[in-house]
């Protein structure tokens, strides 16, 4: 059984070793998740490494050693929760639920900060591809305010796939219903996607911008939302801050235009001169 774990773990480098070379393996490997999940012992091997480190949490001692060799196995877990004839089986397995204690870790070292980037990297693969059953599992496994966190105190790479992750969760007709159920959690959203603004005001990224404009405009498919949009949308959004970034991108400027033109009844600013 050591054996195969750490042979898998040297699938991993290598798989991890750069990002060309990740992609490439990729593709070259489309079968690798089926061979990792279907394996008699593989995904017990993987999650024995996601659980050697428990200890390790609390309080932190994580050693960068010890961060990367998880990672590793997080990598693999991130290949099964990405093909589409496993993620079903890995959402159902609840395999999220050994990962999530990651993103609840209060370290500030770069160990920890891999650790719950590579944790975010798992469940982003899981909702790359959208599939109601599994966006049902994760919102049912309270992944939001594990989102949300790290969309409040992440690093600037986990603020960015956390809000993939409620984008993606957002897009699903399930996942807005959920969150626009209770006006608590549309708060919760719009204060997250605040304070990824703030930080995108210090370390601007178009990207990242769309994917909150995105969240946006998705919102306004629920009535229930309008409310806190109107009177709480971050005024970042609309107050020149961000012209830059949607001066070079028409569909990001095509976007925000929609969403104002989308929320009658506000005062919309443009003091930064408009859009
Ligand atoms: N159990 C909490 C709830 O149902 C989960 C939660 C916390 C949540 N913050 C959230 C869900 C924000 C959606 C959005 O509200």
Same mark, same amino acid.
């Given at each position: ?5 750490? #042979? ?9 070793? #750069?990002? #060309? ?6 593709v070259?490997?489309?079968g690798? %998740?089926? +061979? ?9 091997? &993987?999650?024995q490494e996601?659980?050697?480190v428990? $200890?390790? &949490?609390s ?7 010890? #961060? ?27 395999? $999220? ?9 209060i370290?500030?070292s ?5 650790l719950? +980037?590579?944790? &975010?990297g798992?469940?982003g693969? +899981? ?11 994760? /919102?049912?496994?309270e992944? =939001?305010?594990l989102?949300?966190? %790290? =969309? ?5 790479l ?10 993606k969760?957002? =897009?699903?007709?399930?996942g /807005? ?5 209770? $006006?608590?959690?549309?708060?919760a ?11 995108? %005001? ?5 990207? +990242? &911008? ?9 919102? /306004? ?14 005024k970042?959004l ?11 991108d028409?569909?990001?400027?095509m976007? =925000?235009?929609?969403?104002l ?6 005062p919309v ?7």
């Amino acid at each position: 059984m050591a054996k195969v774990g750490s #042979s898998l773990m040297a699938i991993a480098e290598v798989k991890t070793s #750069s990002c #060309s070379a990740k992609a490439t393996k990729r593709v070259a490997f489309q079968g690798l %998740a089926p +061979l990792l999940w279907f394996s008699f012992g593989t995904v017990a091997i &993987l999650l024995q490494e996601v659980l050697s480190v428990y $200890p390790l &949490l609390s309080p932190p001692s994580l050693t960068p050693e010890q #961060s990367n060799r998880v990672c590793n196995a997080l990598a693999l877990l991130q290949c099964v929760a990405s093909h589409p004839d496993t993620k079903i089986l890995f959402a159902q397995a609840r395999i $999220p639920f050994y990962l999530y204690i990651f993103l609840g870790t209060i370290g500030e070292s770069r160990p920890f900060e891999y650790l719950r +980037l590579a944790t &975010l990297g798992v469940m982003g693969a +899981l909702v790359k591809v959208p599939d109601t059953r599994v966006i049902i599992f994760l /919102l049912s496994s309270e992944i =939001m305010p594990l989102c949300l966190r %790290a =969309m409040e105190t992440g690093s600037a790479l986990s603020r960015a796939v956390a809000t993939f992750i409620v984008q993606k969760l957002l =897009m699903d007709d399930v996942g /807005l219903q959920y969150i626009c159920y209770l $006006p608590e959690r549309v708060f919760a959203v719009n204060h997250a996607l605040e304070n990824v603004l703030a930080s995108l %005001a210090e370390q601007p990224s178009t990207r +990242l &911008l769309k994917h909150v404009i995105r969240c946006y405009l998705r919102f /306004l498919d629920d009535g229930r939302s309008l409310w806190v949009l109107r009177n709480f949308l971050p005024k970042r959004l609309t107050d020149g801050t961000f012209d830059h970034c949607l001066r070079e991108d028409q569909t990001a400027r095509m976007w =925000m235009q929609q969403l104002l033109d989308n929320l009658p009844g506000r005062p919309v600013t443009k003091e930064g001169g408009g859009i």
